[in-house]
């Protein structure tokens, strides 16, 4: 027996209730309307937004050349239990130390991994415990994915506002972050940050659409660049931006 056609007012409502499980409950345009056409006023065209494939929050000429170490040492952490552990403990991550560190989150081979810049500021035992979490498990829950099936991880340890990602990154961390993400072997990646690339090992102004075009020794998983968290909660119409590009990846992906 065949299953009965949904009305059209029934696959409306399920649309809009999808939408609104997302946290997007208002309509955005990102073009520029004349409002006062007609009238002697002059318009100025709207700031082009910010575009998520921006390398860093810093051009290569602002930042200060410094050493690179090797992070991970002569004997790199061979699995994710073991990766927990050397975030976690060891002292040259970052400039305060190992106290406060928050630990990433999830299984091997998630169907996703979410990978952000930093903790949120008030982030204690759990990564992302507040409003970016809470929009960030929206969002999820509008993609129909568990909590099991997402790797929750942040490229640097601890909360750290107006990061110099590419400083960072050049002192030896991008390495770090590629291997945590070698080891939890997501299915596919999205990376949420405007600052975020120089950490993931990429140093073109060109945003890569997989990890194979960062570092060819990686496997061919795919990637998507957006904007933060933070960004999203301030610039409402961003996340309607979020899911545009977010449904025409997976349909390509």
Do not use: C
């Not at 700031?47 to 000429?61: I, K, N, R, V």
């Not at 081979?109 to 930093?118: F, N, P």
């Not at 299915?187 to 102004?205: D, E, N, V, Y």
Request: proline letters at 9%; charged letters at 20%; aromatic letters at 4%.
């Amino acid at each position: 027996m065949n299953a009965p056609t949904p009305s059209l007012t029934s696959e409306m409502e399920a649309a809009l209730a999808w939408w609104q499980l997302a946290g997007v409950d208002h309509d955005y345009h990102e073009d520029v309307t004349d409002w006062l056409a007609g009238t002697d006023a002059a318009v100025q065209p709207a700031p082009a937004p910010s575009q998520p494939d921006a390398p860093s929050q810093h051009s290569p000429a602002e930042t200060t050349k410094v050493e690179r170490t090797n992070l991970l040492g002569d004997n790199p952490p061979a699995d994710l239990a073991a990766f927990r552990q050397f975030w976690l403990e060891v002292p040259g991550l970052d400039a305060i130390g190992p106290r406060g560190r928050i630990a990433p989150r999830g299984e091997r081979g998630a169907d996703l991994m979410v990978l952000v810049i930093d903790p949120e500021e008030r982030d204690r035992e759990h990564l992302l415990s507040g409003p970016q979490g809470q929009l960030l498990a929206r969002i999820l829950s509008a993609m129909g994915l568990s909590e099991e099936q997402v790797y929750l991880a942040s490229a640097l340890p601890r909360h750290t506002p107006m990061a110099d990602t590419d400083a960072i990154a050049a002192a030896g961390l991008d390495a770090v972050v590629v291997h945590h993400i070698t080891l939890a072997a997501p299915k596919r990646i999205l990376a949420l940050g405007s600052g975020i690339l120089p950490l993931l090992g990429h140093t073109s102004t060109k945003a890569p659409s997989s990890l194979a075009q960062i570092n060819q020794s990686l496997p061919d998983t795919p990637l998507m660049l957006t904007e933060g968290l933070d960004a999203m909660m301030t610039m409402p119409r961003l996340k309607a931006r979020f899911w545009r590009n977010w449904m025409a990846w997976t349909a390509q992906s």
